[in-house]
């Protein structure tokens, strides 16, 4: 049994070992780690507490899939529920679809009851308002938002702005895999812009038979080449955890990547629980890891693999 939890996922890791330990699923475990990261409002990358897009709503995008079946469901652009992930496995469980957006992922989630809540706190409001302030000259500001809003979405292109996103990736007693991924996504994002967080074998993706992986970071990236799939794919082609993870750093570090600053983060699972993560920026981030034998989930660093 295991679990671990890219930054972010401390509040949430307890939650996963409980469920794994009291004989639970690895799918029941992540969708729980990852509930709890949705209702912490200090973090301001995923659920409530995040940070808007360029009008000031909050859009929500996540996946949840299922390595035992190949099953998956995704949200994307949610407004106005708290937890995106359970909403993403019900997709997963009670449609023939994989995912849903915007206006028809939030009849759903009504349909299925699913809690509503208001997701732009006062504190990510405040950072909307005073990064209007730092970078709209007032005339536009007063008019806000203009007709065209592609040129502010190009300014939040540089990494001033947090990007994160959560990812939780567990192992159950009987060997099955199972991923969570959940986000506010890009902060101050063009309306309707979804990252690789609901794009299942882009920022997530699991096969029992192979692996799992997942991914934060600039999702326009891990889109472009397919990541999480890849790795679980170069690790069907037999290579380890470690070369399949460092083959998909190589991928995106071949894209021309002048236009968007900022990198990538993996983490993954080989089938047998062995976890391995990755960077592509120059500071690696931790990420928080239990597994059987252990009293309490421990923190960790990210191998960093040089992009350049
Ligand atoms: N990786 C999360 C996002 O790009 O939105």
Known sequence: MIVLASEGGEVGIGAAVEVLRSGGTALDAV??????VEADSSNHTVGVGGLPNLLGEVELDASIMDGRTLATGAVGALRGFRHPITVA????????HVLLVGEGAARFAREIGAEEAELLTPEARQRWQEWLGENVPEEVRRA???RELAPWARLTAQP???RGTVNVLAQDRAGHLAVAVSTSGWALKYPGRLGDSPIVG???YCDDRYGAAAC???GEW???CGTARAI???MKLGYSIEAACEEAARELAALDRSSIQGGVNILALDRWGKPYAVTTRDRPPTYVLWEEGMQAPEERQAQRIAMD
């Open 89 to 96: 496995r019900r997709v997963m469980e009670e449609l023939p």
């Open 160 to 162: 001033r702005l947090p």
């Open 144 to 146: 806000w938002p203009p």
């Open 31 to 36: 969708e729980a780690a990852t509930r709890l």
């Open 202 to 204: 882009a920022g997530n």
């Open 222 to 224: 891990t889109i472009r």
């Open 232 to 234: 679980v794919l170069y």
């Open 216 to 218: 934060t970071g600039v």
